[in-house]
Nanobody, 125 residues
Framework: QVQLVESGGGLVQAGGSLRLSCAAS????????VGWFRQAPGKEREFVAA????????YYRDSVKGRFTISRDNAKNTVYLQMNSLKPEDTAVYYC??????????????????WGQGTQVTVSS
């Protein structure tokens, strides 16, 4: 069992930055690939970014490429999502998810084993 806790959300103006954290406890964190997903009101949950078990590969949805960066620190059992140049359309609840088994199909939400409770990101125009 892995417990995931997101933090770092908040209210920011368009063009601003936030860094989300996903802290894990319960198991060896390096055994898990981690993804970030988001869900805006009235919309489906969508993939944002993912990082492999060792951190050697990362994946992004097209709309965040060049603005968001996912990284991990296995010594701290934490994955980060640095979000720059934020836009109002980035407003959503952001969730991190962990996946034990291989392979990683980054954007497939059903493939992840554990989920956090989410953190709200609001970008004002």
């Amino acid at each position: 069992q892995v417990q995931l806790v997101e933090s770092g959300g908040g209210l920011v103006q368009a063009g601003g930055s936030l860094r989300l954290s996903c802290a894990a406890s319960g198991r060896t964190f390096s055994n898990y690939a981690v993804g970030w997903f988001r869900q805006a009101p009235g919309k489906e949950r969508e993939f944002v970014a993912a990082i492999t078990w060792s951190g050697d590969s990362t994946y992004y949805r097209d709309s965040v490429k060049g603005r968001f960066t996912i990284s991990r620190d296995n010594a701290k059992n934490t994955v980060y999502l640095q979000m720059n140049s934020l836009k109002p359309e980035d407003t959503a609840v952001y969730y991190c998810a962990a996946k034990l088994s291989r392979p990683l199909i980054a954007a497939m939400a059903s493939g992840y084993d554990y989920w956090g409770q989410g953190t709200q990101v609001t970008v004002s125009s």
